[in-house]
């Protein structure tokens, strides 16, 4: 029994993953369709990805990104976050049926909650919720809805596809 939960967390993990590669596509499209609510500031400066790729460049590699590099770290964050919560969701469907619930809209707002408005801001990578317009938050929170709802109904197609 214990051998057949372990496969089970495994496919949940892999099959997570990928939804959630999925999802942050979905969602950067999403994005991509909105009309700009509010022109960045200069004030506010890189994007909180590129703030966070750039972190990790200088405290593991040591190294200075260059402009270029950063057009490619700062997507490349995107969706390895994007994939790494996929994957968690993955694994706690598995073990927690109910996880699932609501066609993965939960999951989007437990993201958009947990990251967007609590971490990141925390982190110094960007502004706090309370300094962006509310059409702004909106939008970033529809955008996390369509995130949860397409890593789920991925998850969840190719996961019956597994058996």
Do not use: N
């Not at 496969?7 to 909105?34: D, P």
């Not at 405290?59 to 200075?64: G, K």
């Amino acid at each position: 029994m214990r051998a057949e939960r372990r496969r089970k967390a495994w496919k949940g993990l892999i099959t997570g993953a990928l939804a959630g590669l999925a999802g942050s596509f979905a969602m950067s499209q999403f994005h991509a369709l909105l009309p700009k609510i509010e022109e960045p500031s200069p004030e506010k400066g890189e994007d909180s990805t590129v703030k966070a790729a750039s972190a990790i460049a200088q405290d593991i590699f040591h190294c200075e990104l260059t402009p270029r590099q950063k057009e490619i770290a700062g997507p490349a964050v995107h969706y390895a976050f994007g994939a790494a919560m996929g994957a968690l969701y993955g694994t706690a469907v598995e073990l927690a049926q109910p996880a699932c619930t609501g066609w993965g809209m939960p999951f989007g707002a437990a993201v958009w909650l947990g990251a967007h408005v609590i971490t990141v801001p925390a982190l110094g990578l960007s502004e706090p919720v309370t300094e962006s317009s509310p059409a702004s938050e909106a939008a970033e929170f529809a955008a996390h809805l369509v995130y949860g709802t397409v890593t789920e109904g991925l998850r969840s197609l190719v996961r019956a596809r597994l058996g």
